[in-house]
């Protein structure tokens, strides 16, 4: 107690320096122009220079509060804000910390702040209870940080120079300039704020706030707000062609981040459906990888002992830098940002390519990926890249694993969003409960060969599979297990599309899509009408429509006539007569039933990229369309004319097909 | 729904070694390189004369302009910053600052600050 008893005493005497002092510096300020708030200052401080310690602070405490609501003028606006940032942090200060301590903090902050000369540090105690520049975060710092104590007084010791500094000049030198002394860190210095957790989420946040604003095409109301209308504008009319779908495609952008995605194909897209900007794309392996061997347990990272893996430290999935883990990591899912296209919002990774990828569908910091292994993994945007969760592999020493032993080829919600369907090469269809991606809930075997396609109906009470061969399969749910949520029995019924073969697809089914509502009803049957409406598109060069409901044969089929793989058909979320098809020549096609049987809107297609258009995905509100080609990422906005119901667009479509005696609605 | 384990779980490596649910920590910090990198990045977009990042009190992390000019700018934009952030809580206490941009006849001055005290400038030439 007695050095805590000589440092109160010593600190008193140096008060009573500095008050004096800071009188002198009034006073000169009150030449300059006096108003009544300063005068009211100096004459509180005078009052606190006679009192004790207490009474001093409660002075202060109280001063600055009738000072604050008269403030207008902004010439010596900074010594009154500084005033505050030093009764604020009394306030932490003295809320925060014990009493002794408190007295003696808040007297060392008051002491710093008025004295007017830089040269002498007459601190007394250089404790951890020196008021810290950055707030709050030092008091945790202070307590796990042992070794930063040196660099923080440092730091604090300068930053207080320097308000000082700004008292100082402001009161000597001309109010027009702003001359600081700002502190110097050491490269040490520097390395120690930049490994902190706080710096790593700052840089990640901030950096691509800034990134998004800096991005080239500026919106409509930044290019106008200052425009000069006396000055002459040259006006430049930029003629879309039919190719690039002139009347049909407003707008378009196209996603790609060279370090992360160049040499890979992306494999599928999912929108994600509680931030509308946000789309997660996974991608294959790249290139330059050695070819793939079917899943063995060896190779797996994820046996490594945690410690291990602690020691490979993976960044944030925020952050771009790629870290010491696998800098080629074979599975890439990435979401991106519809505001920022060269640097994705968050990055995933994982140990085997990623063929499906779905958002979770109630969760929206959660994402789903189907791997070439056969694994299912969950990643945690909050968790960094690598998954949080992971289905067993399928080959190991036990006995026969459940989940799937080969790679999984599509993956879809069902249920409403609580459970999960995948399917993967070998035939094998896996039904799991979102709670527990360990293992699935349910199992069956469909075919014998690979399940290529995969669609589930609105209601989720039966879902089309198409295979290798070009044969549909459906699967419905029995009418008993269909009221009740709990207890699935697994003896679904399977049907087996009998076509001919003229009428089928005679190779593989590259897609499936059913309609958004409708589709089948709880009977088990397929919908009547527009809604039980079905597109299959496959390697054979057509797609083709179905209509379940009436017959096992598709009732159209469409013929590409550039004879080119069709790899990917979807119905248009909000349109009943609209649908777009993805080809392997890399156009895009729009196709509007009502308007034609025949003929799509979009001519011979649109022109999207170079590469073979892997994937295609509606947004949610059906206006703008997501495909692949290559590693890019295009997205499309559409015109009204494509997206607007214009009448009673679904009746015309069902006469045209009664009309073509297809079938009868 | 299960939640993702917050913490590392060594004893998971029983039988079930071919599945422990790891979750390795999020918040790991930087290293000077990738800071490096995030600045080579967004000075790489169209007009960008200088980046800066520095602590509230003005001192320098990392900056891409010369030591002269970062320092010119240093002391003024935390100022200018920390003001910002004090008036937009005063005017309402429970907002605060997310954004400032300062927009001149030749440049505009992009300031991201963050609470944990450390501000992001960008400086960027007008088109």
Known sequence: ?665 | MSTPASNQNPNDTNQESSNPTINISMNVGSSLSEVEETLARIRSHKGVEGVIIMTKDGATIQSTLSPEQTNAHCALLSQLSVKAALIVEQLNPDDELSFLRVRSQQREVMIAPDKSGYILVVIQKIA
């Open chain 1, 1 to 665: 107690q007695q050095p805590k008893m000589d440092a109160v005493a010593s600190r008193r005497a140096a008060l009573e320096d500095k008050r004096r002092r800071l009188e002198q510096i009034k006073a000169r300020r009150n030449q300059r122009g006096t108003e009544q708030q300063k005068q009211t200052e100096s004459s509180s401080s005078e009052n606190n220079a006679a009192s004790s310690l207490d009474e001093y602070i409660d002075g202060l405490l109280a001063a600055p509060k009738p000072a604050l609501p008269t403030q207008t003028d902004a010439t010596d606006s900074t010594t009154p804000v500084g005033k505050e940032d030093v009764v604020q942090k009394k306030d932490e200060t003295v809320q925060k910390k014990k009493q002794q301590q408190e007295q003696i903090s808040t007297a060392s902050v008051v002491a710093v702040a008025h004295r007017p000369a830089v040269e002498t540090f007459e601190m007394g105690t250089q404790t951890d209870d020196l008021l810290p520049a950055w707030g709050d975060d030092d008091d945790d710092k202070n307590e796990n940080d042992e070794d930063n104590d040196g660099t923080q007084n440092d730091v604090n010791e300068e930053a207080e120079e320097r308000k000082i500094a700004d008292h100082e000049n402001d009161n000597n030198n001309n109010k027009d300039e702003v001359n600081v002394e700002v502190a110097e860190l050491t490269s040490d210095q520097r390395e120690v704020y930049v490994q902190t957790p706080k710096f790593g989420q700052f840089l990640h946040v901030a950096s691509k706030k800034m990134e998004k604003l800096l991005i080239d095409t500026p919106s409509v109301a930044e290019y106008l707000w200052n425009v000069d209308y006396t000055k002459e504008r040259t006006s430049e009319e930029v003629k879309i062609g039919a190719d690039d779908g002139a009347g049909m495609v407003s707008a378009r952008a196209v996603y790609q981040c060279n370090e992360w995605t160049s040499g890979r194909k992306a494999t599928c897209i999912d929108w994600s459906n509680t931030y509308k900007e946000l789309l997660l794309v996974g991608y294959h392996q790249p290139k330059s990888s050695t070819t793939l061997p079917l899943p063995t347990p060896t190779v797996d990272p994820s046996t490594m002992s945690a410690s291990a893996q602690l020691s490979n430290m993976v960044p944030n999935s925020a952050s771009m830098h790629k870290g010491s883990i696998a800098a080629v990591t074979d599975g890439l899912a990435l979401v991106w940002n519809l505001a920022l296209t060269n640097r994705p919002e968050h990055i995933f990774t994982c140990w085997s390519p990623v063929i499906a990828c779905k958002f979770h569908p109630t969760e929206p910091h959660l994402a789903i990926g189907g791997c070439h292994s056969g694994q299912i993994v969950l990643w945690d945007v909050r968790a960094g890249r690598l998954p949080v969760q992971k289905s067993a592999l399928g080959i190991t020493s036990n006995a026969a694993v459940r989940g799937h032993n080969y790679p999984i080829s599509a993956l879809e919600v069902t249920d409403g969003g609580s459970a999960l369907v995948t399917s993967d090469t070998e035939g094998k269809l896996n039904f799991w409960s979102l709670s527990n991606l360990r293992e699935p809930a349910e199992s069956l075997t469909l075919s014998s060969s690979n399940i290529s396609a995969l669609s589930v109906s609105a209601d989720s009470s039966s879902i089309l599979c198409g295979d290798d061969n070009g044969s549909l399969y459906s699967i419905m749910a029995s009418s008993a297990s269909a009221t009740s949520t709990s207890a699935r029995s697994s003896k679904r019924l399977q049907k087996k599309f009998e076509t001919s073969d003229e009428t089928g697809h005679f190779s593989m089914i590259t897609a499936i899509a059913t309609k958004n509502s409708g589709g089948s009803n709880r009977s088990g049957q397929f919908a009547k009408g527009a809604a039980g409406l079905v597109l299959t598109c496959g390697v054979d060069w057509t797609t083709k429509v179905w209509a379940p409901a009436y017959s096992e044969s598709p009732v159209l089929s469409f013929l590409s006539h550039s004879y080119d793989y069709m790899c990917d058909v979807q119905w248009s979320p909000t349109h009943p007569c609209v649908f777009a098809t993805a080809s392997s020549n890399g156009r895009l096609g729009l196709w509007n039933l009502a308007s034609s049987l025949e003929e799509p809107l979009s001519g011979d297609g649109i022109r999207v990229g170079g590469e073979a258009l892997n994937t295609l995905r509606w947004s949610g509100d059906g206006r703008r369309i997501a495909v692949t080609s290559g590693d890019e990422l295009h997205v499309l906005g559409l015109t009204e004319d494509v997206t607007k119901v214009k009448g009673e667009e679904e009746t015309q479509m069902m006469e045209n097909f009664s009309s073509r005696k297809l079938f009868e609605p």
